[in-house]
């Protein structure tokens, strides 16, 4: 159960820069991240052409991204195994392919069936790809880079969170649902392409085994790393997918000015994928620490000061900062945990990820409807303050 963490021969030292091979592989890797997110949140903003179009109410078709996510936690547990010693260049180049099958069958699905078909491929080629991330990206860099790596790729999700539901909206708006799903097909040609071209060939290090992952399962770096992310993800979800209402009910603002703010948060969030890249490589705990506190006090400002419309925006925009931090810190803290396992460390920072926001959605919901949209805020200040004390008594690596 080892991965081999140094870097390749043609990778310099992460203080004398990158080569261009190692920019444009780090390119491919951004390109498939993008492409694969972008199809993950682009029913955000299909589903009512295709509710319509399947006959089918609007409730079922987000199940869409539901069975994404199931299908996902499983592979993410079982991705790593089932590679065994293919090498890790063919790996990622077929989860592309899978991507543009599963893209391709949604976009021509004529039954609600075949439609979850497709995403669920898609949620296959999504968590596989993750699962894989950090250990290829540390192949490529070299340990010493891997925060500026994992913020690289973590870029492409910032821009697809941003870029997605619109796009989808408004494609769908030209062109049809269909054609939406179809150039997210697209977008992983792209990517698989990129792959062919500038992916170095990358052999398997060792294999994986259910033993090696319950055996890193032990180790109390890892327990702890995973429970920062479910702390710190679910508080950001618990919070997040109700700051709409927040800010219509609290702070009174009107559609156009909510948009406003959440592309104030887009921006941050991009922003904050590179910071999180830089602080990690100086020490990955205090990073995650940083971003804690970020979370923590910028949720707790909007419950202080939210009805003001100013604060509002100011402390909307700093939780994008602290949101764009999050994937890139999280996962950081987590490889160094087990520099010798990380590619079955991926695979349960995916299971982490996902229980994070699944558990943080249901959470928020039942508070949003039992309380208000300001106990959401105070949830997700409660529980990035205890990422914050979890990364300042975690071991340093």
């Known amino acids: ?62 199940q869409v991204v539901t069975v994404t996510a199931l299908v996902g936690a499983v592979t993410a547990l079982l991705s790593n195994i089932l590679i065994g010693n293919l090498n890790r260049k063919a790996v990622l180049v077929g989860l592309s392919v899978l991507a543009i099958a599963a893209n391709l069958l949604a976009a021509t699905a004529g039954e609600f069936w075949l439609l979850l078909v497709g995403r669920a491929g898609l949620g296959i080629a999504l968590s596989a790809f993750w699962a894989l991330s950090v250990a290829v990206v540390v192949r490529l860099v070299g340990p010493s880079a891997m925060g ?50 500038s992916l170095p060939s990358l052999p398997a290090t060792g294999s994986n085994s259910l033993g090696d992952l319950f055996a890193l399962l032990r180790r109390r770096g890892i327990q702890l790393g995973m429970l920062a992310i479910i702390l710190l993800m679910a508080g950001h979800m618990a919070g997040s997918v109700y700051v709409r209402p927040f800010l219509e009910g609290v702070t009174g603002l009107s559609t156009n000015m909510v948009a406003l703010a959440l592309a104030g948060f887009g921006l941050a969030a991009v922003l904050g994928n590179l910071v999180g890249g830089r602080l990690a490589d100086i020490e990955a705990g205090r990073a995650l620490a940083i971003t804690g506190a970020i979370m923590a006090l910028s949720a707790l400002a909007l419950v202080l000061w939210g009805a003001q419309v100013g604060a509002a925006f100011g402390f909307v925009t700093i939780w994008g900062l602290s949101f764009g931090m999050a994937p890139v810190t999280l996962q950081a803290n987590l490889s ?62």
Request: proline share 3%; hydrophobic share 60%.
């Open 336 to 397: 160094r945990a087990a520099p010798d396992a990380l590619e079955t460390t991926g695979s349960l920072m995916v299971v982490s990820f996902q229980v994070a926001i699944t558990t943080g959605a249901l959470v928020g919901g039942y508070v949003v409807d039992t309380y208000s949209a300001s106990a959401n805020m105070m949830l997700t200040a409660i529980l990035a303050g205890l990422t914050l004390l979890l990364a300042l008594l975690q071991p340093k690596y």
């Open 1 to 62: 159960m080892s991965d081999t963490i140094l870097a390749a021969d043609d990778v310099p030292a992460a203080e004398t820069g990158w080569s261009a091979k190692i920019w444009m592989a780090m390119l491919a890797m951004l390109a498939t991240s993008f492409a694969l997110v972008s199809a993950e949140f682009l029913p955000a903003g299909l589903l009512t052409p295709m509710a319509a179009d399947l006959g089918i109410s609007e409730g079922m078709a987000g």
């Open 148 to 197: 500026r790596g994992v913020a690289l790729v973590s870029l492409g999700v910032s821009l697809a969170t941003i870029a997605a539901p619109s796009m989808g909206a408004l494609v769908s708006d030209w062109l049809g649902w269909r054609s939406a799903m179809a150039l997210t097909a697209g977008l992983s040609g792209i990517a698989l392409v990129l792959q062919l071209i």
